[in-house]
C-alpha cells in the first residue's frame, strides 16, 4: 500500500489566496493587516524562519516589520520593544522568535505581549481560552494541522489520536484541539515506556520529538494517518522528520513529508491570526 502523501504546500498555498482576498478588503476599508517579527541576535535557523515569515506576509499583502536586537540586548529592552509594538495601532500581531538567549526570560516575553496581538497563540490567556474552548488564538502549527486533517477528509470523531511529544507549542494544544473534535487523545513523551504500544493503536500519530527518524514502520499500525512535525537533518545533511518517511509511507494512508507537510501551514495560519486581530481591530475603529 502506498500512502496519500499530504502536501503541506499547497494547501497553505490555497488558505493563503484566500487571506489574501480578504486583506485586500481589509486595505479598502482603510486598515491593512501589519505583522511585527522580533528577532534576538543572528541565529541562522531563525534568521532563516523569519525571512520566510516576513516574504509570506508581504505576498499577502500585509504590512510586516522586523525588529533586529543584537544578542546583548537586556530582557528590558526587550520588553520595551514589546510594548512599543503592542501600542502601535498599525501592528495587529507580533512574534517573538524563539528561542532566546539564557539570560533572557521567555515566559516574561510571552506575556508581555499583548493577548489581542498574540499570533503565536502561545499568551497563557489564549491557551487558557483554547483549553475551554473559547475563541483564541491557536498555536499556529496544532492549528495548521487540524486544518491538514480537515483537508484531507481525515475523521477524527470516535479515533484514537496518539501524539508523541508533550511541548507547550505542539504536543498539548495538539491534544486539546483533538479532543474538541472528540478524538480519544494519548500523550506519549520521553518517559513513556514501551512507546509502540501506544502507537500501534494510533489512527492518527503526530510525532514531535526533534529526533531524526525516530518513528518506523513497526511503531505504526496499518492505514495511520501519520503527522511528522520534526525538521532535523540526517546522517547526510539533508532535511528530515521524526518519522522514517520511507518506510513509514508503506503503511500509512496518508503522511505529511519533510519539508512540505506541517511547516507551510504552521505560517499560513500566522498570516491567518494577523488577519483575524485585523479584522477584530477594524471592526470596532471603522
Same mark, same amino acid.
Given at each position: ?21 480578504? %486583506? ?15 528577532? %534576538? ?28 536586537? /543584537?544578542?546583548? %540586548? ?22 517573538? *522568535? &524563539?528561542?532566546?538567549? /539564557?539570560?533572557?526570560?521567555? @515566559?516574561?516575553?510571552? *506575556?508581555?505581549?499583548? /493577548? ?9 490567556? @489564549? ?5 475551554? =474552548? ?7 502549527? /496544532? ?7 480537515? *483537508?484531507? =477528509? ?10 508523541? =511529544? ?11 484541539? &483533538?479532543?474538541?473534535? !472528540? ?32 518513528? $518506523?514502520? !513497526? ?5 495511520? $494517518?501519520?503527522? !511528522? %512535525? =520534526?525538521?532535523?537533518?540526517?546522517? @547526510?545533511?539533508? &532535511?528530515?522528520? !521524526? ?12 503522511? $505529511? ?21 485585523? *479584522?477584530?481591530?477594524?471592526? @470596532?475603529?471603522?
Amino acid at each position: 500500500m502506498s500512502s496519500i502523501i499530504i502536501d503541506g504546500k499547497a494547501i497553505g498555498e490555497k488558505i493563503r489566496k484566500e487571506i489574501k482576498i480578504d %486583506v485586500e478588503r481589509l486595505i479598502e476599508r482603510g486598515c491593512r493587516p501589519g505583522l511585527a517579527v522580533v528577532l %534576538v541576535g543572528e541565529d541562522q535557523a531563525s534568521r532563516t524562519y523569519v525571512s520566510n515569515k516576513e516574504k509570506s506576509s508581504k505576498a499577502v499583502g500585509m504590512k510586516s516589520e522586523l525588529v533586529v536586537l /543584537p544578542i546583548t %540586548v537586556s530582557q528590558k529592552e526587550l520588553l520595551d520593544t514589546v510594548n512599543r509594538l503592542n501600542e502601535d495601532p498599525t501592528i495587529h500581531g507580533i512574534l517573538v *522568535q &524563539l528561542p532566546l538567549p /539564557p539570560h533572557i526570560d521567555e @515566559n516574561k516575553v510571552i *506575556q508581555s505581549i499583548s /493577548p489581542k496581538k498574540d499570533v503565536d497563540g502561545f499568551h497563557p490567556e @489564549n491557551v487558557g481560552k483554547m483549553i475551554i =474552548g473559547q475563541t483564541s488564538f491557536v498555536s499556529c502549527t /496544532p492549528s495548521g494541522i487540524m486544518e491538514l486533517l480537515e *483537508q484531507t =477528509g481525515t475523521e477524527i470523531s470516535g479515533k484514537h489520536a496518539v501524539i508523541v =511529544g508533550r511541548s507547550n507549542i505542539v504536543g498539548k494544544p495538539m491534544g486539546q484541539l &483533538l479532543l474538541q473534535k !472528540d478524538a480519544t487523545v494519548t500523550y506519549c513523551h520521553s518517559k513513556t515506556e514501551h512507546l509502540e504500544d501506544f502507537t500501534r493503536q494510533a489512527d492518527i500519530l503526530i510525532v514531535a520529538i526533534g529526533h531524526a527518524k525516530y518513528i $518506523t514502520a !513497526d511503531h505504526i499500525k496499518e492505514g495511520a $494517518t501519520v503527522i !511528522d %512535525v =520534526g525538521m532535523n537533518r540526517d546522517e @547526510n545533511g539533508k &532535511l528530515c522528520g !521524526d518519522v522514517d518517511f520511507e518506510t513509514v509511507k508503506e503503511k500509512a494512508y496518508a503522511i $505529511t513529508p519533510v519539508p512540505g507537510g506541517v511547516g507551510p501551514m504552521t505560517v499560513t495560519m500566522l498570516l491567518r491570526n494577523t488577519l483575524k486581530s485585523a *479584522q477584530f481591530t477594524c471592526s @470596532n475603529y471603522i
